[in-house]
């Protein structure tokens, strides 16, 4: 879970259906070069998905 106002960090591509975007993990693996002593293992992700109240279809939508 990710609380309000919290800042994260995700890389993926961005999916949207209707008023849901979700973000979709690469396809591939790909190194973060993150430091041992700061790295979670092992660790998975699906998928996040965000909702929006902006049903325009512009290329920016806040979240």
């Keep these: 879970y990710i609380?309000?106002?919290s800042?994260?960090?995700?890389?993926?591509?961005v999916q949207r259906n209707d008023n849901i975007l979700m973000i979709v993990p690469p396809p591939e693996p790909f190194s973060t070069g993150c430091?041992?002593?700061k790295c979670l293992?092992?660790?998975t992700l699906e998928g996040i998905i965000?909702?929006?109240e902006d049903s325009s279809k512009a290329d920016v939508i806040p979240v």
């Design 50 to 52: 965000l909702r929006c």
């Design 41 to 43: 293992l092992p660790a």
């Design 35 to 37: 430091q041992w002593a």
């Design 3 to 5: 609380k309000e106002g």
């Design 7 to 13: 800042t994260v960090s995700v890389m993926g591509m």
